[in-house]
């Protein structure tokens, strides 16, 4: 089916939607049919830049839409689940923002439920499409940069501080998805440790911390409050190290030819080496353009989703276990609780899929 | 006997301690008048650029050295505590080089033994008299940054690896010390993640975090293996924000206006303040001339230890509780032990000081 | 009839026109009516995005269109004197993209025929509505920065070359607009130095001076060939000095407690000043929409263009005194040639407005 | 006679003698025996530090001295001449503080004496032997860059005003004698604009452009007039371009595979490549200690001076054209006097040399 053009329709038309809008407006081989919105207000904005898209307040007008082959879900975490089930029951393919879901067991039932439509399920980690992360990848996986020893991410600014959920679910999901991807191996234990400054039990600022079976650590700052935007990532390899900072107009990935070459505490000797400084050139493409002509591949049969359900899912876990972490006062604890068994593949056997 | 001139004896002459004598060179009030180390090239060194200077391979040539009213101490952590005590039995003063001691036992000690020989003791915190620090602790004093949330520090860098401690007690007395005096308050709790890479259990990188009465927490990344220098260190406060970075050449303290005005979940509304940023001057003096400076004046009577023993204690104390946290996989563990009562007090108190 | 709508009609719907579109659709109290392009495949890009707006390939079809009050002309330099007497002969207010013209002459006849017309001529000097710009300005007007030293601004980025003109008339009015904005006054003198590298005769690199009558030089280094974008302009005063970086982020202007404090030939002494530096809050309202707000206004007769004609004229004087230099070597030039008078003056007096 | 250790006489303990001293005292090879100074506290300073070092006031004493075999001038540049002129005459090698001479006619002859004694003459372009000028000439020499376009540098701070020259022979012959060394031609023209804000006719900004016979120009910007130190020089090439920024702790040298592609007027199309950013690692030798062990090496015969006699009269007779200009408001003047012989050639071929 990839010579027809998919019909999108979009639930949410609030902060992040409308970027989904405009996206798949240039974006070959789809068009938004309709918009759905609990505002009116927003819908009238969404009209009057694209006077031909349908809008309603209803968003099941818009799953019994014949003309919307898929369905991005832009609205908050605690309905992704109810949304993503009811697109599926209705056959579309689905988009969900990042995170996935705001739990391990919605996400499960999420990504179960994809398998059984047969539909296409894929996850905004938008960051998964940033030329950027796919050249840190590139160094990663041609050995570059040898074995990682530790990945620490800078990723604060101030606010926007939300009402339902704290900075570990709103900025953490771009950080561990980064991670994951470029590792390519799930965490052993997670740690975080924070606090919640200017509305109670939202935590504003975290530190979180990720252990992995290849010894790697990985760390990131999360943070609502801080003076200046940072979004500054450094990989340390046994061989070279980058630093990925995504604030600067050019030279975003810089490789530095540095590491420890020699220590010996026999004759109390260390040497170092600190050679070249290379920063590749990084393609301007926009990420979020990238992700929708992604989608539109995966619907068409062309590719598999780079961050589909089952990357969404240990990125749930991985928060879902920093919550633990942090209602107990920082612990760590397994990423995969002793014991559980990954629920879909149980499900998925026993219905024969 | 503020008019005299205190003779100096500096032992170790490996890293740090020719900085220490070249300061001291410059400090009005004080003179070197021997230097110890084992190694005889290192004292040639010192020679050739002090021809004035007695050197000698035995350190206590320097303790029976009737010109020697003070000495530093500038060895290795595990001699600090020997040579202190030696060096207040012999009734001088003494200047220790950070960390004061390995372990709270041994910086205890050395306390009760200044305390008992009625002696100046310091310790080389040499931050804690760099005048950006100084600067930020006047915001702080003044109610400029209101109150503080967090600290948030990086120091890391290529090298240089330890053979004998790791990178927690090689670059956190620089952290602690900033912080405990800017904050003004000792830590409940400390919480420490590293990983050994380079050397077997010599943690080259660590995060650690500790937790304060106030609810202000303050997190350090430390390490020796990093692609570039960063001393940067972020202070938020309820009303301001400011960051203090070691490296730059210019404009090393900002204040930024800029904080949460305004959170209303009741009205989902949310306002920010993003004013002028000011980055104060900041006088250009070498810290560790001031610091010098400053172990004359307490020497003379005209000023008591800013560094001092109790301060220097402090320190080491967050550095074991660090190592605690570390050798238990990162758990949260209390700053004082429980049950554990100061012994230098008690000690204090059975002498009759 | 300042509570009727404006009704507006694009001339040029190339590289600059979709912005003043985009600009005019979000500001109150103007609608874009009509745009007129040569290529049909730009208008079809308008309409896609505007399917209210006519579009035809004849620009007459727009003068004549009596929903049409005022002209935005974002059309090739040398088209600009023509397209501007249209439109006054038509009773249009009229918006002419920076340069006003290719040389004085054309410039005066524009000024001209909008003073006939007894229409607003208002001119693209974008930057003289930056907030930044603006903020400078103040610190100027109100004597922070003292009397004026000498300004001296890097304008220099990779590209885009032009075929027709060189950059000089590409990047120069801008510096030139925001320099004799901040100085009010007009430079007595201008020297101009460059090279054509790529392109025969087209300067790609040039160098600009101008001398003042207050005693202040002005200097900007403009070019298409550099290794990374500067737009960075130093302001340094008898007081204090200023610096106005476009590039960044954040912390756009900076105003540096600095300068002389004392010299003195016979004690041979020397003292400067070197104190605070600080960074006032610039609002972060687009340019281009306070722009477009303030022709509005003019149009309505609320205020006078802050960038009309005679602004317009100044700044094509200094371009055509420094292609002058330019083509005699770099020689300095008087701004006004000897005996010339200002034309549009003489004609205004000899039609009795 | 390159076992023997040369004996070194500095004149002038001032601003920069002292580093002489300093740099000399770790120079393989060579020694400072004696110290002339016309100021008694600088000479005490001297002995403090190296107290077997003799000191003078008349630095005849020194130029009789049978143990000093090279003089190291480091005085006002008006005392230049006479002084070189009697350490030739006394026999010794002479190495003279940048710029060689305050006109060319005095640099001339300070050649000639040079030659006539059969001695090293070599002149203080510390920046020469700077590891990061080095690199740029390699990518120069190796076609890296391509053919040159331009180079624009930037060299401005806050002071130190000189009370007997202008900013244009203070910092002047920086950038002159790196750009010349880069380059490897002589310019044809000069061009100076100009101003004396604080002294009168002491110049504390300018603007200094040279035209050279292979199309390339130069351009810097000089200044004790600004609000923060820059040491920014960029050349732009036809293959690639290159920035050395001195005052950056890391990076000091960036090449950026950046370049026009191709332009076509009949087309309208212009191309342009963006790749990668590559800093090659710069050794940390200090230029000063390469400067003095090169001035060691040419008396032993074993190079030859890379600033020597003909290379400092190129900066000032640079300079000098450049006075030329700012006389006479920035007018082109060439930088060979028409009709003017290089005197020196013409002494030496009389003399038979």
């Given at each position: ?17 409308p970027n989904i809008i405009r996206a798949l407006a240039e ?5 938004v ?16 830049r694209f ?237 979020l353009q ?64």
């Amino acid at each position: 089916m990839s010579d027809r053009t998919i019909g999108v329709g979009v639930i949410g038309a609030g902060y992040w939607g409308p970027n989904i809008i405009r996206a798949l407006a240039e974006t070959p081989g789809a068009q938004v049919v309709a918009v759905a919105d609990l505002d009116p207000k927003r819908l009238a904005t969404v009209s009057k830049r694209f006077p031909a898209v349908r809008t309603t307040q209803d968003h099941r007008t818009l799953m019994s839409d014949h003309a919307v082959d898929a369905v991005c879900i832009a609205t908050p975490i605690s309905t992704h689940r109810r949304l993503a089930e009811e697109a599926f029951a209705a056959g579309k393919h689905v988009f969900v923002e990042k995170p996935l879901a705001g739990n391990v067991a919605d996400a499960d039932a999420i990504v179960r439920a994809s398998e059984i439509a047969a539909r296409t399920l894929m996850v905004g980690h938008t960051f998964v499409y940033n030329p950027a992360v796919e050249t840190v990848r590139g160094l990663l996986r041609h050995g570059v940069l040898g074995e990682v020893f530790y990945v620490d991410s800078q990723r604060v600014n101030l606010g926007i501080h939300q009402f339902d959920f704290n900075v570990l679910w709103d900025l953490g999901p771009h950080d561990v998805s980064i991670i994951l991807y470029w590792l390519g191996e799930e965490p052993i234990w997670v740690q975080c440790v924070g606090q919640a400054y200017v509305q109670p039990n939202i935590e504003d600022v975290v530190f979180l911390t990720m252990g992995f079976p290849s010894g790697a650590i990985a760390h990131a700052h999360l943070s609502w409050l801080a003076p200046s935007k940072l979004r500054r990532t450094v990989v340390v390899g046994s061989r070279k190290m980058a630093v990925y900072d995504d604030t600067l107009p050019a030279e975003r990935v810089k490789v530095y030819d540095r590491g420890v070459e020699a220590i010996s505490i026999e004759e109390l000797r260390r040497s170092y080496r600190a050679g070249d400084v290379h920063s590749p050139r990084i393609p301007e493409t926009e990420p979020l353009q990238l992700e929708m002509r992604h989608f539109v591949d995966c619907i068409n049969g062309d590719a598999l989703p780079l961050s589909g359900g089952e990357a969404g899912t240990r990125v749930v876990r991985v928060l879902e276990a920093g919550m633990r972490s942090l209602r107990t006062g920082g612990a760590r604890v397994p990423y995969r609780i002793e014991g559980a068994r990954r629920p879909e593949l149980v499900t998925l056997a026993s219905i024969g899929a």
